[in-house]
């Protein structure tokens, strides 16, 4: 009789922990997810651009020079172009984000969930990626995404400081890489789905080169970042700082 | 007919009761009607004439749209819409044309929109502005405005006249006064023209007079300061040229977005990181400088007062015409629609209240219907006597027709006193807007009510015509009555 009552529980355990198994630890590819995209101990700069479209508004291109310390989460955005926006900036040290005019010389308080320049990029797009810290995993499934596995995640915000309190992340199965993200407000509407179908890979670490995001609330608008002249060298301290944007600007 | 009347009578003050319950209930409606009526009509004509005296003025001109211009800023400047707002085509024609108008009296070009509003960096508070030709916005409207503290704007200086209210905002959030002479930050977020922040004096704190809900946070600004927070640049039109690789994932499909690893390895560069381009990165800013410089020549609406008695509709359509002449693609818009939301949302409030009062009238209906089927069936030995002795149809269906008429007069009447009494008491005290929502129902903070004629003369026309609906049935159920009933009922 015992051995008839083992026999079930045995099964039981064995397929749990089959299943156990075979579910993989959604916190650590998060993770993992944030380190690969973090530099520690290296400067990172880029020059990115922004495309936007918009089929009422029409179409808006900017180029800007990024700086980023991770190690210390700041960084710098500069314009470039369009001619008419030349110099205005971003700047983000010690949880302060200003926005600088050159016209009036003057800087503002700004927030990580304000857009950038128009696009439907946000400033919160800009910073070191910190998914596992502001994000728990309510829910997943797996799925397919063009030619990859994927593992279907719903992340829901553990603060408010987050531009999205709800996300859905598409992750491929073979490399843990996010290739899409679906983000919604806190009533549940989407707002905007980002692509991510390029990644490109500096030693141990992977730098998103080209990013699709599409307004879901507007038909049509769309922007596309692109990173390029992707550069670790070492980026003098003073960059990031007020008067680094006032002394380029002069 | 003397006849008629006599039992009309008889019958009405035999019936007390039921006459007494269908007497309140027309009394009540008309009552009703005629108050809130009355009330709204002097809510609209406040509204409009405050609205053209002193913010709009009889008509509006504004550049090509497909939405609903409004001089309040709404999401980038149209109603509903969070778009660019297009800017009047030819100024400085249009305006030559309203100058040689003899139906012109005078009009004020303005840009508006919204910024927030910080002292120092941090962000405190917002405003809606109004940026403005100070002089010609006094000709237009000379007496619109209260100037608490400092002075009006020089059209020579940059500067802002602050809305008290921003004042008192600043001052919960920041802690901190804000006085004529301090000066502010402005930070323009324009849909188009991305962040844009302009530091500005203060020359004066003010309230507009017979405000409202909507135009509590607006303050008045130079016209480049506005131009400047709103992208309205000589550089601002310039076409953008995109190549196939700057759009290349646009129109793919997900499945072609993701049909391979997407995986590269990276070649890094270097060249960012030398330490004098890092600070010559921005190179000649002179062009930059160039086109950042406002447009003069940019407004998105002038506000236009008309001589005393000269066509609105008139005006519109010869300007109108001028536009098609000249091939410009500007148009007009009333005054109404220039206010904005506040003040059609009283307009609307008429509308719902008269659909409330449909349904409340067929609720009437079915009530008075109710007591008179009881009467006539309690009546019908009597009808049916009438019938035996000789009466006709016709006897019958006037004698129930002139009762229901008499207690529609009657109480009709009744209810015009009351209401009448009514509108005369709350006329000399006024009725003071409990909140926002009844400053904009009621056109501003105290409405001191007239009564209406055109709400009079509906009201008793309503009532009769549901009285005359109510007896329809009764009266069917009456004339279908035999004589020999009469004698058949106990």
Request: charged share 20%; aromatic share 8%.
């Amino acid at each position: 009789m015992k051995h008839k009552i083992f026999i079930p529980l045995f099964l039981i355990m064995i397929t749990s922990l089959a299943s156990a198994a075979e579910t993989p630890d959604f916190k650590a590819i998060l993770e993992l997810n944030d380190q690969r995209q973090t530099f520690e101990n290296q400067d990172f700069s880029a020059t990115i651009t922004f495309i936007s479209v918009d089929p009422e508004e029409g179409d808006n291109k900017s180029t800007m020079v990024m700086f980023r310390n991770d190690d210390d989460d700041k960084f710098l955005l500069l314009t470039l172009e369009p001619v008419v926006d030349k110099g205005v900036g971003i700047l983000r040290v010690d949880d302060n984000l200003w926005q600088y005019d050159p016209e009036s010389r003057k800087f503002t308080h700004t927030s990580l969930k304000d857009m950038i320049q128009g696009t439907d990029a946000r400033n919160s797009d800009m910073r070191v990626s910190t998914l596992s810290e502001d994000y728990e995993v309510t829910a997943y499934e797996e799925g397919k995404l063009g030619a990859f596995d994927v593992w279907i995640v719903t992340l829901n915000a553990l603060n408010d400081e987050v531009t999205y309190p709800k996300q859905i992340v598409y992750i491929n199965k073979e490399n843990n890489l996010i290739l899409q993200a679906k983000e919604y407000s806190l009533t549940g509407r989407l707002m905007r789905s980002k692509y991510t179908p390029k990644y490109e890979k500096i030693n141990n670490k992977f730098v998103a080169t080209t990013i699709l995001i599409v307004d879901e609330l507007v038909k049509g608008k769309k922007t596309q970042i692109t990173f390029k002249d992707i550069s670790l060298k070492d980026i003098p301290e003073e960059v990031f700082s007020k008067n680094y944007l006032e002394r380029v600007n002069r | 007919m003397k006849i008629l009347l006599k039992i009309a009578v008889r019958n009405l003050f035999e019936h007390k009761v039921k006459t007494l319950i269908i007497g309140i209930i027309i009394a009540s409606g008309v009552f009703i009607l005629v108050t809130v009526n009355s009330m709204l009509d002097t809510s609209k004509k406040g509204i409009r004439e405050n609205f053209i005296e002193n913010y709009t003025g009889h008509l509006m001109i504004h550049g090509k749209t497909t939405g609903r211009a409004s001089l309040f800023p709404q999401g980038g400047g149209m109603d509903g819409e969070s778009k660019k707002t297009p800017t009047i085509e030819s100024f400085f024609d249009v305006v030559e044309f309203l100058e040689n108008s003899p139906q012109v009296k005078a009009f004020s070009p303005q840009i508006s929109g919204s910024a927030r509003v910080s002292v120092e960096e941090s962000d405190m508070g917002f405003s809606i502005l109004f940026g403005i030709d100070p002089e010609k916005y006094k000709e237009m409207y000379p007496q619109n405005i209260n100037i608490i503290e400092g002075e009006y704007l020089d059209s020579n200086e940059e500067g802002i006249l602050l809305s008290k209210s921003v004042v008192n905002m600043l001052k919960r959030f920041s802690k901190r006064e804000v006085h004529a002479g301090d000066k502010i930050l402005l930070t323009g977020m324009s849909f188009t023209a991305g962040t844009k922040i302009r530091e500005v004096t203060v020359k004066g704190i003010m309230e507009f007079k017979n405000s409202q809900g909507q135009l509590q946070f607006v303050s008045l600004v130079s016209v480049d300061t506005m131009r400047a927070l709103e992208g309205l640049t000589v550089g601002a039109n310039m076409e953008v040229e995109l190549s196939q690789e700057d759009t290349e994932l646009m129109d793919m499909s997900i499945d072609d977005m993701f049909s391979d690893t997407g995986l590269g390895n990276l070649s890094l560069d270097n060249s960012t990181s030398n330490t004098s381009d890092i600070f010559n990165i921005l190179g000649d800013s002179s062009e930059s400088k160039a086109l950042s410089e406002t447009d003069s020549g940019a407004w998105y609406y002038i506000a236009v007062r008309l001589e005393p008695g000269a066509s609105i509709e008139g005006f519109r359509k010869s300007i109108q015409n001028w536009f098609d002449e000249q091939g410009l693609e500007n148009s007009t818009a009333d005054w109404l629609q220039g206010a904005g939301s506040t003040a059609q949302a009283s307009q609307n409030f008429q509308w719902v209240f008269n659909v409330v009062i449909i349904m409340i009238a067929i609720v009437a209906i079915i009530i008075i219907m109710n007591t008179l089927v009881i009467s006539i069936t309690e009546r019908i030995p009597e009808i049916g006597t009438i019938r035996a002795i000789g009466g006709q149809k016709s006897f019958i269906r006037w004698m129930i027709l002139l009762e229901t008429f008499l207690i529609s007069i009657v109480f009709g009447t009744i209810g015009i006193i009351a209401a009448t009494i009514a509108l005369n008491v709350t006329g000399a005290i006024g009725i003071e807007a409990p909140n926002m929502f009844f400053e904009v129902i009621l056109g501003g903070k105290v409405l001191y009510p007239v009564i209406s004629i055109s709400a009079l003369i509906a009201g008793l026309i309503s009532v009769i015509l549901i009285s005359l609906i109510a007896c329809i049935y009764p009266l069917v159920l009456a004339l279908r009555i035999q004589p020999v009933t009469a004698m058949q009922s106990k």
